[in-house]
């Protein structure tokens, strides 16, 4: 069984900063590459960032990019999503999630790549 557990959220000043942490529990000690999505009220769900099962490759959304940063450290089976430079529209439930057998960085942002997804986390940006 495989279990996402995300945490980290809150409500921050625009400008401030986050860190979104992301524990994997994986009884098989699958790698999976690992991708941060988020969703606001009334909206689709949207990629955020991944990162590659050895972490030597990451994929951006165009809105994040040079503000975020995913990482992941695979001795401890976490991933990070540190977020600089909060925008009020960066508010949503952030959710980590995890794709088995995923190695072509082109589909790192679909979402249906991905089979395994934590319980989400709200992140508030005031203005």
């Known amino acids: 069984q495989v279990q996402l557990v995300d945490s980290g959220g809150g409500l921050v000043q625009a400008g401030g900063s986050l860190r979104l942490s992301c524990a994997v529990s994986?009884?098989?000690?699958?790698?999976?590459?690992m991708g941060w999505f988020r969703q606001a009220p009334g909206t689709e769900r949207e990629f955020v960032a991944a990162?590659?099962?050895?972490?030597?490759?990451?994929v951006y959304a165009d809105s994040v990019k040079g503000r975020f940063t995913i990482a992941r450290d695979n001795a401890k089976n976490t991933v990070w999503l540190q977020m600089n430079s909060l925008k009020p529209e960066d508010s949503a439930v952030y959710s980590c999630?995890?794709?088995?057998?995923?190695?072509?960085?082109?589909?790192?942002?679909?979402?249906?790549?991905?089979?395994?997804w934590g319980q989400g986390t709200q992140v508030t940006v005031s203005s």
């Open positions: 994986d009884s098989s000690d699958t790698r999976f590459t």
């Open positions: 990162i590659s099962q050895t972490g030597g490759r990451t």
């Open positions: 999630a995890a794709a088995p057998s995923l190695y072509a960085a082109t589909y790192f942002s679909i979402e249906t790549q991905y089979r395994y």
